[in-house]
Nanobody, 118 residues
Framework: QVQLVESGGGLVQPGESLRLSCAAS????????MAWYRQAPGKERELVARISTRNTTIYAESVKGRFTISRDNAKNLVYLQMNSLKPEDTAVYYC????????????WGQGTQVTVSS
């Protein structure tokens, strides 16, 4: 079992950057494949990026080249570096832990709000 806590959200202007962090509890963090999802108002939750236990990464087309997912197993942390932010990136961002790569896991954080607005 793992508990997830996101942080780092906020209000930024278009073109600016933010780095989200997801802190995981539990000694088995390195065995989980991690992902970031987001949900905008009135829309379904969507995948933003995944990172496997071996650091294989997958990105949504809408964020390729702008966002980078990474993990630090020694610190039980997952990051989402977001550059060149756009208003359409506005959403609540959630961290997810999965036992199988490519699948949505059952462990979720509480989410952190990202608002991109001028």
């Amino acid at each position: 079992q793992v508990q997830l806590v996101e942080s780092g959200g906020g209000l930024v202007q278009p073109g600016e950057s933010l780095r989200l962090s997801c802190a995981a509890s539990g000694s088995t963090f390195s065995s989980f494949h991690m992902a970031w999802y987001r949900q905008a108002p009135g829309k379904e939750r969507e995948l933003v990026a995944r990172i496997s236990t071996r650091n294989t990464t997958i990105y949504a087309e809408s964020v390729k080249g702008r966002f980078t997912i990474s993990r630090d197993n020694a610190k039980n942390l997952v990051y989402l570096q977001m550059n060149s932010l756009k208003p359409e990136d506005t959403a609540v961002y959630y961290c997810n832990a999965a036992a199988i790569f490519g699948f949505t896991g059952r462990y979720w954080g509480q989410g952190t709000q990202v608002t991109v607005s001028s």
